[in-house]
């Protein structure tokens, strides 16, 4: 899979570069600005952008908004953000049309090399990879919406993983839960979703949807 980095400081970024490159990836592509992550990504069209958020001249938003730049006009390409920070309002925005080849992940939680490698995969797949805090603020937009209402906002973090595609044991390292939690929240999701166990069907699969449904609206 090939990446485009970008990120104003040059040690993390060759730190972040080595680490990728050692689990497989190929960087075509290093940048420390927003503009010059525009013109790298429109001359080698990887499969994913990895931006950071701040970056020069101001080292405000200018990397969410070349991500969303990114989605405009390359919309093939996948865009993963690492943030210190959750940016509420652009990312919102930067999710307005879906998540679909879209990750966003703060870079505290971000302390397993292969977790963060699936993660890169899933995006360049068509996919996504979101921290559960974006995860409660795209369903914060809904949450007049039912059924997805019913959820508690831990109820909510689940769900959105189980939507990435994650197991009940990735779920519980991420939230720092033991499996037997995440497992006793995923049944709550089931019976306040009213979704039955039947033959013909896959109850986490319609889980998921469910939730698709609602951060789509």
């Known amino acids: 899979m090939r990446l485009v980095v970008a990120d ?13 490159e050692d689990d497989g990836f190929e960087v075509v ?6 503009e010059d992550l525009l013109r790298k990504v429109g001359a080698h069209q990887p499969d994913v952008a ?15 908004r070349a991500a969303r730049v990114i989605r405009e006009r390359w919309p093939s390409v996948g865009v993963l953000v690492l943030s210190e920070h959750l940016e ?24 397993d090399l292969g977790q963060f490698g699936n993660a890169i995969r899933r995006v360049g797949k068509g996919g996504s990879a979101l921290d559960p805090s974006v995860v409660s603020q795209l369903l914060g937009r809904h949450r007049g919406d039912k059924p997805l209402e019913l959820l508690t906002a831990r109820e909510i973090e689940v769900l959105g993983l189980v939507a990435e595609g994650r197991s009940n044991l990735g779920i519980a390292a991420l939230l720092t839960l033991s499996e037997r ?37």
């Open 88 to 111: 509420h309002a652009m990312a919102m925005e930067l999710f307005a049309d879906g998540t679909d080849g879209l990750g966003y992940l703060l870079k505290q939680r971000v302390t």
């Open 50 to 64: 990895l931006v950071d958020v701040r970056m020069p001249p101001d080292f405000v938003d200018e990397g969410l």
């Open 29 to 34: 592509a290093q940048a420390a600005d927003a």
């Open 8 to 20: 104003d400081s040059m040690l993390m970024r060759a730190g972040l570069v080595g680490l990728l």
């Open 181 to 217: 939690g995440v497992e006793k929240h995923i049944t709550n999701i089931y019976e306040k979703l009213e979704i039955g166990s039947q033959p013909l069907d896959h109850r986490r699969v319609r889980a998921a949807l469910t939730y698709l449904g609602g951060v789509r609206r």
